[in-house]
T-cell receptor
Framework: DTGVSQDPRHKITKRGQNVTFRCDPI?????LYWYRQTLGQGPEFLTY????????KSRLLSDRFSAERPKGSFSTLEIQRTEQGDSAMYLC?????????????FGDGTRLSIL | QQQVKQSPQSLIVQKGGISIINCAYE??????FPWYQQFPGKGPALLIA?????SEKKEGRFTISFNKSAKQFSLHIMDSQPGDSATYFC??????????FGAGTRLTVKP
């Protein structure tokens, strides 16, 4: 169990640029979640996958955001035409499945800073 | 999106004391209530969790108390240590779908 891995750890970009983050879940975990955390706040749910199927998307996930999990393993989160308000920590979590008693394990996040 | 209210926002406790953090939720469909601990620059780490059919769960120095009728649950940290200084988040979910987090409590344990 190597834990949830996220890459890059930090990303600085200019407003209007596109960025892509990657998440590698714990192996054999079929659920993968994306959250966003701003300073001084708790994580906010963005979307989650069951294997390769994206099952739920938050209203926070605007049209500029897209997430994929093509083979049911790693996932990518892309933000197009970044805005100042996108500056946040983007967290990925994975779990063994649905239902209670299946904890979500988090990675250490990608911190995005928009100049 | 917040359906979980957490208090206090910050807490200062002396070493060896008891830290108590409270949360209240709205959605009675929630069936899983975890607590996470987060250090600066790190992701949240699961500390302890409870289901609504149990009123209390204890793991080492950490205890969750759950009051289903009041829709409240709390985290007690016994014998608090300086190494416990971190931000703590309560959370709630239904069927392990989207997790709703509280706003966090910054705990400082003074030596």
């Amino acid at each position: 169990d190597t834990g949830v891995s996220q890459d890059p750890r930090h990303k600085i970009t200019k407003r209007g640029q596109n960025v892509t983050f990657r998440c590698d879940p714990i192996s054999e975990h079929n659920r993968l979640y994306w959250y966003r955390q701003t300073l001084g706040q708790g994580p906010e749910f963005l979307t989650y996958f069951q294997n390769e199927a994206q099952l739920e998307k938050s209203r926070l996930l605007s049209d500029r955001f897209s997430a994929e999990r093509p083979k049911g393993s790693f996932s990518t989160l892309e933000i197009q035409r970044t805005e100042q308000g996108d500056s946040a920590m983007y967290l990925c979590a994975s779990s063994l499945g649905g239902g209670g008693n299946q904890p979500q394990h988090f990675g250490d996040g990608t911190r995005l800073s928009i100049l | 999106q917040q359906q979980v209210k957490q208090s206090p926002q910050s807490l200062i406790v002396q070493k060896g004391g008891i830290s108590i953090i409270n949360c209240a939720y709205e959605n009675t469909a929630f069936d899983y209530f975890p607590w996470y601990q987060q250090f600066p620059g790190k992701g949240p780490a699961l500390l302890i969790a409870i289901r609504p059919d149990v009123s209390e769960k204890k793991e080492g120095r950490f205890t969750i108390s759950f009051n289903k009728s009041a829709k409240q649950f709390s985290l007690h940290i016994m014998d608090s240590q300086p190494g416990d200084s971190a931000t703590y988040f309560c959370a709630a979910s239904y069927n392990n779908n989207d997790m709703r987090f509280g706003a966090g409590t910054r705990l400082t344990v003074k030596p």
